[in-house]
Every structure is written in C-alpha cells, then in structure tokens.
Nanobody, 124 residues
C-alpha cells in the first residue's frame, strides 16, 4: 500500500514563502497524477493544485493561481508545492494525494490515497 509523507510546513508571516514536499513510498509514482489539497479545521477539504504524470501539465485553484507552483521529480518519487506571497487565508493542513485515473481533477473523490498532512500557519 502506498504511503505519502508530507513535510515542509511551519509558521510564516504573511507575504512569506514555504516549500512543501511529498515523498511517496511507491516506486511507480510516475504512473499517477498527483495533487495538493488543504483543510482548515472544520472546513471541507479544498483543492489547491494538481500535476500530470509527466509533470508537463498543471491546474490550480483560483485562490492560489500565480502564487503557488506544483512540480514533481518522478526519479525521487516526490511532489512539491512552492508557496509564495502567503496569506492568512492559506492557513491549513496541506496533504498530497494520488489519483488513479486519467486526467487532472480537482474533486477530493477523484483521489484515492493521501498522507497525514503538514500544517501551514500564516500570521498577519
């Protein structure tokens, strides 16, 4: 069973940057599109960004477009999320998720595995 482990979260001031990483235990991560979601307390899980199997295509939530960048290194079984110009509204637990299926999707139900997440807190 695949394991996804996120890291890189922390506390940062508004306007700052953080870089998240997601390491997968599965060797064939390149067979799957990957995404980052976030969840803040009692709110529903929210789509952030997704990247295709090869890394050539990406999609983003409107709320992070232009500020966040998703990427991947299949040779290292790792997915990244570079977050710039952070806002207090970005505060949440960020988790990476794996999709078994074709195409880039943004609904939580389109993904079948996810990690425990890493906490990102942005102070004003």
């Amino acid at each position: 069973q695949v394991q996804l482990e996120e890291s890189g979260g922390g506390l940062v001031q508004a306007g700052g940057s953080l870089s998240l990483s997601c390491a997968a235990s599965e060797r064939a991560l390149s067979w799957y599109s990957m995404a980052w979601f976030r969840q803040d307390q009692e709110k529903e899980r929210e789509f952030v960004a997704a990247v295709s199997m090869s890394g050539s295509r990406t999609i983003y939530a409107d709320s992070v477009k232009g500020r966040f960048t998703i990427s991947r290194e299949n040779a290292k079984n790792t997915v990244y999320l570079q977050m710039n110009s952070l806002k207090p509204a970005d505060t949440a637990t960020y988790s990476c998720e794996r999709r078994t299926g074709v195409g880039l999707k943004s609904k939580p139900s389109d993904y079948d595995y996810w990690g425990q997440g890493t906490q990102v807190t942005v102070s004003s």
